[in-house]
């Protein structure tokens, strides 16, 4: 067989397959299928083979190779829940926190997301670009290789196209593949502090069909609500949800990060592809939850960027039978965090996931919690060639060592980036 490039001499290659065309569910996440010893090829940025070195060494004609040299393999990073295309920083608000105010007080008076929605509205797409880029970069050499990026801090019709935009042209012009997410409904903007139901109706009736309009073309996109106390209401969130679920969107929902609203449950009957945070999910939506298809997406960095004590109830999601994703909501209010190693080594802590589970839920889970399950998140032959080389001899490094970087080398659709 011919091939681009054969990556040889991994310690472990994890592979992280699928099971049955879909995520690794319930206590069956963390199935890593490691092959000892193990090799990749690529061609055409597509895997084409894997296996025990010997043996690709011997079936393989490779132009290029690459020695891993006892190093471990795994999928590129997916990081399925972001706000990462933002402009200015809110440190102040951080320092404030840390004198006793919560996240709540300071978004009720005016500060938190529509602080960062004045500076995003103030800036060119071409700043807000500037600012982004350099957190993508520094994403990419933490190993994320396809990032979900959510609008919502535009909140007018131009603004949140104008973050749109910047989600395409990053994708277009940036080694990482971003998946655009629309979310207008991310808090009700100051003028209709008022009248929240007509920001709905406007999100509903305008800004949702133009949306559709405009980018429906490019899949996947998806619509989410910041389904909380202080944002959203349920019956606000099933409006928007709906509606979008009418134009083609994918779904996706914050849900159960402050406050148990019934985002969760309305996520499984609207058969959204994910619910994000479930920090206080009560235990009849984690069964729903575990019963159905709609992937959990725990967000460990955001609790711990907030100094808080409570974390999603990962295990009991597990055995309610659900696919549990991870990823960093990486964003200027509650988690400015770029590295999904990072995240791993947290869940292990605050999650209590094993190695293992916390690898396979920020690979393949993860590319199924941005409808991308097919194409990217496992080493297995036939997908997208996002794969990582990291510095250490055992996959549990990744989560056992944290504050470094384990990630040496980075390949993007076969070539390295
Ligand atoms: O996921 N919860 C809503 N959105 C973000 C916070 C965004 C912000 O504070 O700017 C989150 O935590
Ligand atoms: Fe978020």
């Known amino acids: ?32 299928g490691l092959i000892a010893d193990g090799a990749i090829a690529v061609a055409e940025g597509r895997i084409v083979a894997v296996g025990p070195s010997a043996e690709m060494r011997s079936q393989v004609t ?41 996240y709540m007080q300071i978004m009720t008076t005016g500060g938190g997301i529509m602080s960062t929605v004045r500076a995003t509205r ?11 880029r350099p957190r993508l970069d520094r994403m990419l050499a933490h190993g994320t290789t396809t990032v979900e990026a959510k609008t919502g801090y535009g909140l007018t019709l131009g603004d949140e196209l104008k973050q749109l935009e910047a989600i395409a042209h990053l994708n277009a012009t940036h080694p990482i593949d971003l998946v655009p997410t629309f979310l207008a409904a991310h808090a009700v903007p100051d003028e209709f502090h008022e009248q929240p139901d007509a920001y709905v109706d406007l999100i509903v009736e305008e800004m949702l069909p133009a949306v559709a309009r405009e980018r429906l073309h490019r899949t996947p996109l998806f619509c989410d609500v910041f389904c909380e106390e202080g944002a959203f209401t349920l019956a606000q969130s099933r409006r928007i949800l709906e509606r979008a679920k009418a134009l083609g969107f994918g779904l996706k929902i914050h849900a159960d990060e402050f406050a148990t609203l019934g985002g969760t449950a309305l996520a499984v009957e609207l058969g959204a592809t994910s619910a994000d945070h479930l920090v206080c999910t009560p235990p009849q939506e984690i069964a729903l939850l575990g019963r159905s298809d709609t992937i959990a997406v ?18 009991a999601l597990l055995e309610a039978g659900a696919a549990l994703a991870l990823a960093t909501d990486c964003n200027p209010g509650t988690c ?21 589970q916390a690898l396979a839920a920020a690979t393949i889970n993860a590319a199924y919690a941005v409808g991308l399950g097919d194409r990217i998140g496992s080493l297995e032959v036939g997908k997208q060639a996002d794969i990582l080389i990291h510095d250490v001899p055992d996959y549990r490094h990744l989560s056992y060592r944290f504050g470094t970087n384990p990630v040496a080398v980075v390949i993007k659709r076969g070539l390295v980036v």
């Open 298 to 315: 725990a967000l460990p960095g955001t609790p711990f960027g907030l100094g808080q004590s409570g974390y999603t109830p990962a295990r």
């Open 336 to 356: 400015w965090c770029e590295s999904m190693p990072f995240i791993l080594a947290l869940a292990c802590r605050a999650l209590r996931l094993t190695p293992a």
């Open 1 to 32: 067989m011919n091939a681009d490039l054969l990556i040889h001499s991994a310690a472990q290659l994890c592979v992280i397959p699928g099971h049955a065309g879909g995520p690794q569910r319930g206590p069956r996440l963390g199935d890593l």
């Open 62 to 102: 490779a132009k290029a190779e690459m020695d891993a040299a006892g190093r471990v393999v795994t999928p590129g990073f997916v990081d399925p829940h972001t706000h990462v295309v933002w402009a200015g920083d809110r440190a102040g608000e951080f320092e404030l926190r840390l004198s006793g105010a919560t």
């Open 122 to 132: 103030a800036a060119s797409l071409e700043q807000l670009m500037a600012e982004t």
